[in-house]
Structures are given as structure tokens and as C-alpha cells.
Antibody
Framework: EVQLVESGGGVVRPGGSLRLSCAASGFTFDDYGMSWVRQAPGKGLEWVSSINWKGDITSYADSVKGPFTISRDNAKNSLYLQMNSLRAEDTALYYC????????????WGQGTLVTVSS | DIQMTQSPSSLSASVRDRVTITCRASQSIGSYLNWYQQKAGKAPKLLIYAASSLQRGVPSRFSGSGSGTDFTLTISSLQPEDIATYYCQQSYSSPQTFGQGTKVEIK
């Protein structure tokens, strides 16, 4: 059974940092690209960042380019999102999602980890 | 960036009604259009990929159609368990963008 379990969320002051993790199981992790998608409270879905299977190709939404860094450790079946210079607008539930590159869709999602940026 | 616009933003229908949600892209995206269902407090779930292909395990009352800029998600016979918000998403180009969502309720 495919499982994606996010962790690392919490409350942080503006300008602070957090590192999110996503532990994957139930599939061959390095066969898939992975992404982070966020959802602000009561709002819609927003793509944040993606990384290819090997970890050498990354992409970011303009809103997070620079402060956020996506990475992965295929030996640990884990995906990460380092978030620096956090702003109130980054407050959201952050989902880890597996991308099936054959169909170009997110076929599995974690349950999300909540990031709250507040003073 | 490609803008995705869904309509309506919300709808109320009776059980067994046929429900249609539309999604329009700001430029042609071929068939690179996916539909997701998100129930309250849950993660999104893939329903339809490549505009019209049903994801494994998704009930056949869900169907998708369209290409280019105009797409449709249809629920042929609305069931109580279909209460959710539905999102379209284009995977034609980066950044991948989502529609604003359509909330489906039971009348």
C-alpha cells in the first residue's frame, strides 16, 4: 500500500525556517517524481515545488522561489522541503504528492502537515 | 502561467441528479487536464487524468471530457458520498495550476 506521511510542520514566526519531511513507503520511491502542494486555510490547492526521480531537476512556484528548497534522499525514501524566510502568506497545509510521470498527475497524496507563520 | 477557471464555484443537486462541472484553460493544454476530489478534512484524490481517463478504483459514474481549453467533469448520478470540492489541474506546462474548486452539496 502506498503511503506518504508528512511531518515537520508547526508554528513559526515570520522570517523563521522549517524543514518538512515526507516519508514514502509501499512503492519504489526512486521511480517517481515528487511534489509539494499547499492549501491555505479555506482556500484552493497551490503547487509549490517538484523534483524528479533522481533529484537533479527541480522547479518552484514563483511565490517560493529562493526561500524554499526541495530535495530528496532516495536511500531513505524521503522527500524534503526546506522553507526559509517564512511569511504569513506561507501559512497552509502542505501536502506531499507522488507524480505519475506517465499520466502527468498526482496519483497519491499524504495527509498534510500544517505550517502556521504568525508572530 | 496558465489560468484555470472552474464553474460553477458551488452547486447543490439532488441524489441521482446528473452533475456537470466545467474547467476552462487560458490557453490550449491539449488533454493535459486532471480532476481531483477533496472531501472535507481529507487529502485530494485523483479521479480523472488526461482529460477522460478514469483512475483505478474510481466509480464509473465519474467521467471527463474535453480538449484544448474546455473540459467537463460529469457525475452521472450524484451519490451522498460525492459531497466534496472538485479541482481541475493542468499538467501541460510548469507551473502546474489548479482551478479554484467547485463545491458540490446535496440539496
Amino acid at each position: 500500500e502506498v503511503q506518504l506521511v508528512e511531518s515537520g510542520g508547526g508554528v513559526v514566526r515570520p522570517g523563521g525556517s522549517l524543514r518538512l519531511s515526507c516519508a514514502a513507503s509501499g512503492f519504489t520511491f526512486d521511480d517517481y517524481g515528487m511534489s509539494w502542494v499547499r492549501q491555505a486555510p479555506g482556500k484552493g490547492l497551490e503547487w509549490v515545488s517538484s523534483i524528479n526521480w533522481k533529484g537533479d531537476i527541480t522547479s518552484y512556484a514563483d511565490s517560493v522561489k529562493g526561500p524554499f528548497t526541495i530535495s530528496r534522499d532516495n536511500a531513505k525514501n524521503s522527500l524534503y522541503l526546506q522553507m526559509n524566510s517564512l511569511r504569513a502568506e506561507d501559512t497552509a497545509l502542505y501536502y506531499c504528492a507522488r507524480e505519475d510521470t506517465m499520466i502527468r498527475a498526482y496519483d497519491y497524496w499524504g495527509q498534510g502537515t500544517l505550517v502556521t507563520v504568525s508572530s | 502561467d496558465i489560468q484555470m477557471t472552474q464553474s460553477p464555484s458551488s452547486l447543490s443537486a439532488s441524489v441521482r441528479d446528473r452533475v456537470t462541472i466545467t474547467c476552462r484553460a487560458s490557453q490550449s493544454i491539449g488533454s493535459y487536464l486532471n480532476w481531483y476530489q477533496q472531501k472535507a478534512g481529507k487529502a485530494p484524490k485523483l479521479l480523472i487524468y488526461a482529460a477522460s481517463s478514469l483512475q483505478r478504483g474510481v466509480p464509473s459514474r465519474f467521467s471527463g471530457s474535453g480538449s484544448g481549453t474546455d473540459f467537463t467533469l460529469t457525475i452521472s448520478s450524484l451519490q451522498p458520498e460525492d459531497i466534496a470540492t472538485y479541482y481541475c489541474q493542468q499538467s501541460y506546462s510548469s507551473p502546474q495550476t489548479f482551478g479554484q474548486g467547485t463545491k458540490v452539496e446535496i440539496k
